[in-house]
């Protein structure tokens, strides 16, 4: 299996937090990919996943969270595990430009050979920034 689509599905925080004890489990199985949206995940649910990542021992391809309306409390919590999504979908999050500054603290804290910063900083602002709907500021 690939990818674990649940998007649609009512599984709020009790679910987010079922599934994230075994992240580690199902990306040693291959599965790359796990689709959230529009499951009622709130603040609490994000925390629960954002734990579920830090375990991770290489990063998830894909993580999908929109419509989850868990704001900037969640977004400061998802940027202290950026390192471990290679593209993370905020899609219609609630998340305002404090939650945007904890990302972009995040993103800031990524590990990156020397010679390609530049490619990683770019690539990182098109995975989370631009995937994510961020207003123009």
């Known amino acids: 299996m690939e990818k674990l ?9 009790l679910g987010a937090a079922a599934m994230s004890k075994c992240l580690s489990n199902v990306k ?6 796990r689709i959230f949206g529009g499951c009622g995940i709130t603040s609490n ?9 830090l375990l991770l021992q290489e990063p998830m391809n894909r993580v999908d969270l929109l419509g989850n309306e868990f704001g900037d409390d969640g977004a400061k919590k998802l940027s202290k595990c ?3 999504v290679k593209r993370l979908y905020l899609y219609e999050c609630k998340i305002t430009s404090t939650g945007v500054a904890a990302l972009a603290g995040g993103l800031s804290t990524l590990q990156t050979p020397p010679n ?13 920034c631009c995937v994510c709907c961020l207003p123009t500021l």
Request: hydrophobic residues 35%; negative net charge.
């Open 5 to 13: 689509d649940l998007a649609g599905n009512p599984i709020g925080d």
């Open 82 to 84: 950026l390192n471990q």
């Open 116 to 128: 390609t910063f530049e490619d990683t900083l770019t690539n990182c602002i098109n995975t989370v």
């Open 45 to 53: 649910g994000i925390s629960h996943i954002a734990s579920g990542l």
């Open 28 to 33: 040693s199985l291959g599965l790359g990919c």
